[in-house]
């Protein structure tokens, strides 16, 4: 009877044990996760870092070719639980905004703000010079700025000074280039409607 005692205690003191360090081995398990959750909570501001510096690069301009496409990589290897490599891509992509819009406003500083149009200029090649936007397709950029001295987008003159704008902005740029694609047949001496359609907006 005693040994049957003393079995039943022993089985149910092993149990007891068994319950308790059971319930131990889960509570030092738990601290383990929580620094995958910071980490993961790191990386995730280090995107949104990264993501407000590449709107502000190109709210003037200067978003760097690549750096959606470093975010996008970024974002793919949170989603695999490559933290480490997320936190680094994200870090290259706020850098690269952050350069970006720098290099921006110090371009616009150093550009020339006025134009005096020569024989031969038309807004095209205008607009395609390096001191003016680089690219010939943002032409209704010019155009726009000028609306009280061109009449036909087509027709300018000599000796005519034309204004620059600097401060356009990244939709602005857009719709520039938008309309020089699709702004359809044209002729000397006439204001076509698109290019009405475009100045009304």
Known sequence: MKKTN?????ALGALVLSVTFGCASTQQEEPAAAPAAKKDTACQAEL?????????????????????????????ALAAGD??????????????????YAQALEQRDNDVNSYTVERGDNLWNISGKDSIYGDPYQW??????NRSQIKDADLIYPGQDLSIDRAVTSAAVNAAVQH????GAWALGVVEESDKAYLAR
């Open 83 to 100: 933290v480490a490599e997320c936190i680094k891509l994200a870090n290259k992509a706020r850098r690269q905004g952050e350069m970006g």
């Open 48 to 76: 949104a870092a990264a993501e407000a510096a590449r709107k502000k690069a190109a709210s003037v301009g200067g978003e760097w070719r690549d750096t959606g496409k470093i975010l996008k990589s970024a974002k793919k």
């Open 140 to 145: 209704p950029l010019i155009y726009k700025a």
């Open 6 to 10: 003393i079995l039943k205690n022993g």
């Open 180 to 183: 020089a694609k699709t702004r």
